[in-house]
């Protein structure tokens, strides 16, 4: 079986090389990201396997179909970047990795939450220089604060049980309870009314219609003055322009960021010596109280184990006409 693997960096490759063994796939690796302009790449392949930012729309499907692709392998747990009607509509199936580990995001966002606190990046820097001053660099307790959670699946409630042992009063909202999470005391609430209490919102729910652009001028309005926020879900799931202006005027107090709306032009992509032609990433770099990370919430050796597994085991089950247990309807 030909498989075309995109988005493809050293580390992917190590770790498909690794595992491949005893399925001895033909694999192809492209740096490239899919979508409409490299999709005739894929002439020859049954198989495609894509990331995060590939950009699988309606045309690049249209263009695989013709190619003879019969399987999109997701190696991620997102699939917003697919068109999965048109995907159905080719007959072409879209399998994903549901859950490879919920700790990794999780934990990112906690790291992300704890950096921009007590700004150890910055004490970092300073120390290496020999500037030993404390000035700017106070933060708050996490302890007895309130944090919004918006989406308590996988990762969602691993996020719950890690910030619970901080001592933290946890609200959520989510379109299905979880019992266990209210038995561990987290206390459901309304959409607007995790907005008005949270000293701290974590998003962790995916991308969709009903949540693009969630975090917007009419629910910053709602929030408390000084709020963090911090997204490592989907990049659109905040209105960028309304947050910028969120931290202008000192509504916001902190951002943390693993994703970012346009970030399949940036991410994963050594741009040092470029111009950055994208504005409002750097409005969002320039304040002093926002931290990016560039989608590496999931990346720990445990994680990438269980991608790469995951996704071998969907190839196989199609190659073997098996049920997909992971594909996407
Ligand atoms: P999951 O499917 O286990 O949980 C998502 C939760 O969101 C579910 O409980 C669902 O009911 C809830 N939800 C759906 N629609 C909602 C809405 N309108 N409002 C509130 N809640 C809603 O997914 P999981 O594994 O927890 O992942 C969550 C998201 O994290 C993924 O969709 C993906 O976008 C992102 N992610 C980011 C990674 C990173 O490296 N930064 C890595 C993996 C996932």
Known sequence: MKIAV???KSYDQEYFEKYNDT?????SFFETALNKDTANLTIGFQVVCVFVNDNVDKDTIEILSKNGVELIALRCAGFNNIDIETAKAKNIK????PAYSPEAVAEHALALILTLNRKTHKAYNRVREG???LKNLIGFNVHGKTVGVIGTGQIGETFCRIIKGFGCRIIAFDISKSQELI???VTYLTLDEVFQQSDILSLHCPLNKHTKHMVNERSIALMKKGIMIINTSRGALINTVDVIKGLSNKKIGYLGIDVYEQEENLFYEDLSERIIQDELILRLNGFPNVLITSHQAYFTKEAMEEITTTTLENIKAFENKLELENEVR
């Open 6 to 8: 995109f988005s493809t």
């Open 23 to 27: 399925n001895n796939y033909n694999f």
């Open 94 to 97: 879209v399998v994903r990795v």
């Open 131 to 133: 500037n030993f001053s």
């Open 183 to 185: 038995d561990l005391g």
